[in-house]
């Protein structure tokens, strides 16, 4: 059997793989059959000899929509099609490339997962050394790498955060630190804000604040109170015996909306005054993206738990973890220490892939990075808006989280595969689908971004010529 063909390695997206290399490297896979290892259910492409490189895309394209309709989720395979999603199949940098070989600048960055765009070499390198180690833990002993990732993270942490627990994801994370403040408050209610996204698990959705991603599962949680975001007034009374007040320091599924200075402050008195939790979800905002460490940071605030996910992974291995101060982590679990738990939580992997990525983030001064290139990024998108009012209400963010709001939900059906066929990714927000995020990779640079916005602006142009005015 013939092998794999290595695929390139540049880290920049582009920098030293041009799309014609990457076409053939996922061509050559086809071509070539996958690796004994890879073969049968593991292959990453059907096992069928297409006859040429266009003929082995089509194929791999018409197999991938197949089998999303048929064993993955019909009605998302509707909409995909539709908008014109292609099949990814390898991505370094702020890169992705599709089965036919055609780039994408990653500017929806997986919903923020790319901190440190795809593929990091110094992330890769850590993972395959760890993967000839020891992948996952055994749960008996004692983790080394464990140790050395919770440690790390509460040198980074702001104020006194220490002690983490370790899963796979954002709403993991934020289920841990809402049992947390359970546990340690002896408190059942919880004040969250409107508009709140924390992910889907029964707990996490309940304090999110999207009612149509409520309703079919209720009874949810009871008692949880929403709140405007942003808004301090009120917060006190509503926090008068409940377990936490849970934020994100800027909303991202929310349509990307950055409170006022002194929000978080406030909310901390109010924490501190009623003896509730202050809990920061910075599973998107967490970790550079907003051109702070943590985007608490921005407030000077210490919560009493913080969740991260998304950044923590380096763009490589699934991590979710929250880090609590002494006093809630005590009185929660000081003589419990099995309440909570998780079989895979703190692997050796993702422990790996966590600490080179918190490495990274500092070594390269990508916090920096993301506050300069967000600045160039938010200026171009409102100059964008100046030029079409009548597309674009607004354009805000923090970093490299930036929101572009539509007058209408119309114009980002067309925006949005306008700028995917421009060779630029982009995504609704959750829970606003009137706003358009753009968060890309904190490794971008300038010309990147202005490739970007100008495939925005040529997106919004022929939405406005196409669509007219939709108000
Ligand atoms: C602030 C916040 N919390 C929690 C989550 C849930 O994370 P996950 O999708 O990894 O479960 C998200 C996901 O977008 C998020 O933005």
Redesign the pocket.
């Known amino acids: 059997m013939r092998r794999l063909s290595r695929a390139p390695s540049a880290h920049q997206g582009g920098a030293s793989t041009t799309p014609k290399q990457a076409a053939r490297w996922s061509t050559n896979m086809i071509e070539a059959g996958a690796p004994d290892a890879l073969q049968g259910h593991n292959a990453p492409v059907s096992a069928q000899e297409p006859r040429d490189d266009a003929a082995a895309a089509q194929h791999l394209v018409e197999e991938t929509y197949e089998n999303y309709r048929r064993y993955v989720n019909p009605p998302l395979a509707r909409v995909m099609k539709m908008s014109g999603s292609p099949v990814e199949v390898r991505a370094q940098g702020c890169t992705i490339w599709d089965a036919r070989g055609k780039a994408y600048l990653d500017f929806a960055g997986g919903?923020g997962v790319f901190t440190l765009g795809h593929r990091h070499p110094r992330v890769i390198a850590a993972v395959r050394a760890q993967l000839d180690e020891m992948a996952l833990s055994g749960k008996t002993m004692f983790n080394p790498l464990l140790g050395r990732v919770a440690k790390r993270l509460a040198e980074l942490a702001p104020g006194d955060l220490q002690y983490s627990f370790w899963c796979n994801?954002?709403?993991e994370a934020?289920e841990g630190a809402i049992k947390l403040a359970r546990a340690a408050t002896g408190r059942a209610t919880f004040v969250a804000t409107q508009d709140a996204?924390?992910?889907k698990t029964l707990g996490?959705l309940t304090i999110s604040g999207r009612q149509s991603f409520q309703e079919r599962f209720r009874p949810l949680l009871a008692d949880v109170v929403h709140l405007p975001y942003g808004r301090s007034d009120g917060l006190e009374a509503a926090l008068e015996g409940a377990a936490a007040f849970i934020v994100?320091p800027v909303q991202?599924?929310g349509g990307v909306n950055v409170p006022p200075l002194g929000y978080l402050q406030a909310a901390r008195q109010a924490c501190d005054r009623t003896g509730a939790l202050l809990i920061a979800?910075e599973?998107?905002t967490g970790l550079g993206r907003c051109g702070y460490r943590f985007a608490c940071d921005r407030d000077g605030v210490v919560p009493d738990v913080m969740t991260l996910?998304k950044g923590l992974s380096g763009g490589v291995v699934p991590v979710?973890a929250f880090i609590a101060r002494p006093h809630a982590w005590n009185a929660a679990y000081a003589k419990a220490p099995l309440l909570h738990t998780s079989t895979f939580g703190g692997n050796q992997l993702a422990c790996a892939a966590a600490l080179a990525a918190m490495e990274v983030l500092e070594d390269e001064g990508l916090i920096e990075n993301a506050r300069l290139r967000g600045a160039q990024l938010l200026d171009g998108c409102r100059q964008i808006a100046t030029e079409f009012p009548e597309v674009i209400a607004e354009a805000r963010g923090l970093g490299l989280l930036v929101g572009v709001e539509l007058t209408s939900e119309g114009y980002g059906g067309w925006i949005i595969p306008e700028m995917l066929k421009a060779g630029v990714t982009a995504a609704w927000t959750l829970n606003q689908q009137r706003v358009i995020r753009l968060e890309p990779p904190l490794i971008v640079d300038a010309a990147q971004i202005e490739v970007a916005l100008a495939a925005l602006r040529a997106g919004v142009s022929t939405a406005r010529q196409n669509l007219g005015r939709l108000l």
């Open positions: 919903y994801s954002g709403t934020v996204y924390h992910g996490a994100e991202g599924e979800d599973v998107q996910a979710g």
